[in-house]
Structures are given as structure tokens and as C-alpha cells.
């Protein structure tokens, strides 16, 4: 039985088969419409979601299958005191797979050493977002074509942006991949992060605080929003939050052909105005998540 707690369980040859699955089921939706006739996906949120949670339940109902699940922590018996480990055992019993999104760093991880069934991180805390990342890669596969040779800014909240995190991590597997970190002083990469991954694995980047003078050579432009619910102080929450707004007249070094991507919910670090730009991805990436979403339920219940 396989999980999906952070996209490293995944090689890089088993994510080109989730892509290559994706891009089928996006030709050919009808032959995959029974595939989960009967099995059941149970969404456990204790953490708001939109995106994450309602492409899975989108995903398995494609997919012919249904869905229970909870949409807050506190609809569910965890405010009662329940364990996220009862809660597994539980929820084993009604469901074939799970997706779980939680407050906790690696309550995804306790999930899966008790359960009898497969668990999806679907975002733990500011530590690893794999299902975001996995809707990035298709992304960035059906704009650019290749994950190698590509110069990746990544904007913002550096720090507590898990889907970053994973991103980082699925990315410096393939050749020719540079960064170039964009963030205020106190949102840098964690360190855990920096040397973890970007040194262990001499993969050249770069940091700095100018989104401008970073623009011109970027191939990919990763903005993310202040994470708000991570910070222990409102007010340097505050003094933050609008570090960086890409505006159309920002854009203006960019290369005609930069993929701007966001794994939203946005608050103000894109305006709308640059929605209409062609280069703007961030509500591509929206379905090509539940495409990938698809595709996983599919591998995780080892359905043909
Ligand atoms: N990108 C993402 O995780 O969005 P939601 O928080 O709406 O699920």
C-alpha cells in the first residue's frame, strides 16, 4: 500500500506516469468515468480549504466514485479530543482512500503509520503540500514542455509556504533547474530547506528581496501569498502582507513566454488587472489539479 505524504515518495518516473495518466484522462475523460465505481474518498480538512478539497471530491466523482469527509476540525469528534490516529482508524473503516489536510507538521505521516488504507497529505502545516505540486508540474509541463533548463522564481512567503516547499523538492531532481528566492528578510527559505535540498544537491540559487531585478531572467514566476494563519503576530503579519503585488507594469523586463503561477487563494500579491495577461497560469493550474488529483486516486487504488 502506498501514501502520498511528501512528493519525494513519488521518483521522478512515477510522476511522468501521473502526467502521462493526466493528459489521457484530459483526452479521453469517458473512459475513466466507472473507474471508481464503488470506492469511496474521504476528505478529512481540519484546515480551510477550497481548491485542494473540492478538486478531490471533483475528482473522485469524475472518476465515478464517492466521497464523505468533513470540512473543519471542529464538525468532526477531534473537538471532542478525538487522535488524528483514532480518527485514521475510524475512517478506515468507511472509506478506501483518504486525503487529509491538517494545522500539525506530519499529522499526515501519524495518519498513515495506523491506517489500513491510503493516506494523501493534502497540506500539513507549513511543511509540504505534494498534491499542490503535483497540479504545478502539469502546469508547468503542458506551458513549457520540459522540467529541466528552467530559471524558477519563487515570491513571498518563502518560509511558511509548503506548497513551495514541495515544489523545491520535485524540481531539483532534473538537470538545468536554477532558483532565484524572492522574499522579505524574515520569509526567507527555511534552512531546513536550503540545505536539505538546494545545497545537498548543488543546485545553484539565488536570494534576494527585488522581484524587479530578478524578473528579466525568469522562466517560471512562483508568487505566493503571506501565510496570515502561520504567524504568531498580527502585526508583523501586517507589515508584510504586501511586500510583493505583481502589477502589469511589472511585467514589462518579463519574457514573453513566462509562465506566471500561483497556488492560490490569492489576497492582493497578483492584481486582477494581470489575469488577462496570456502569461498569467494560476487558473490553469486550478484544473490541471484535479486532473493529477485523478490520476493519483487512480495509482494510490492501484486501478487500471
Ligand atoms: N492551493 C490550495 O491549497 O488552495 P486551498 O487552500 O483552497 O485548498
Same mark, same amino acid.
Do not use: W
Given at each position: ?22 493528459? !489521457? ?226 511585467? !514589462? ?23 488577462? !495577461? ?27
Amino acid at each position: 500500500m502506498r501514501h502520498l505524504l511528501d512528493i519525494l515518495d513519488f521518483s521522478t518516473e512515477e510522476l511522468d506516469e501521473l502526467i502521462a495518466k493526466a493528459c !489521457d484522462i484530459i483526452e479521453n475523460p469517458d473512459k475513466y468515468a466507472e473507474k471508481c465505481r464503488r470506492k469511496k474518498l474521504a476528505t478529512l480538512f481540519f484546515e480551510p480549504s477550497t481548491r485542494t478539497r473540492l478538486s478531490f471530491e471533483a475528482a473522485m466523482y469524475e472518476l465515478g466514485g464517492n466521497v464523505i469527509g468533513f470540512s473543519e476540525g471542529r464538525s468532526s469528534s477531534a473537538s471532542k479530543g478525538e487522535s488524528v490516529s483514532d480518527t485514521i482508524k475510524v475512517v478506515s473503516n468507511y472509506a478506501d482512500i483518504i486525503a487529509m489536510r491538517h494545522p500539525k507538521e506530519g499529522a499526515p505521516m501519524v495518519a498513515s503509520m495506523v491506517s489500513s488504507i491510503p493516506i494523501i497529505n493534502a497540506g500539513d502545516g507549513g511543511h509540504n503540500h505534494p498534491t499542490q505540486t503535483l497540479a504545478d508540474l502539469l502546469t508547468i509541463y503542458r506551458e513549457k514542455g520540459r522540467f529541466s533548463d528552467l530559471t524558477v522564481g519563487l515570491c513571498g512567503d518563502l518560509k511558511f509556504g509548503r506548497t513551495v516547499h514541495s515544489l523545491i523538492n520535485a524540481l531539483s531532481r532534473y538537470s538545468g533547474i536554477k532558483f532565484v528566492l524572492i522574499s522579505p528578510e524574515e520569509l526567507r527559505l527555511p534552512d531546513y530547506v536550503t540545505n536539505n535540498v538546494l545545497i545537498k544537491n548543488s543546485i545553484p540559487y539565488e536570494e534576494t528581496t527585488d522581484l524587479l531585478e530578478a524578473m528579466p531572467k525568469l522562466d517560471i514566476l512562483y508568487m505566493t501569498r503571506v501565510q496570515r494563519e502561520r504567524f504568531f503576530n498580527e502585526q508583523d503579519y501586517i507589515r508584510l502582507k504586501d511586500s510583493y503585488i505583481l502589477t502589469p507594469d511589472k511585467l !514589462d523586463n518579463a519574457k514573453a513566454d513566462l509562465c506566471i503561477m500561483h497556488p492560490l487563494p490569492r489576497v492582493n500579491e497578483i492584481s486582477v488587472a494581470v489575469d488577462n !495577461d496570456p502569461r498569467a497560469c494560476y487558473f490553469k493550474q486550478v484544473l490541471n489539479g484535479k486532473y493529477m488529483r485523478m490520476a493519483l486516486i487512480l495509482k494510490l487504488l492501484e486501478v487500471e
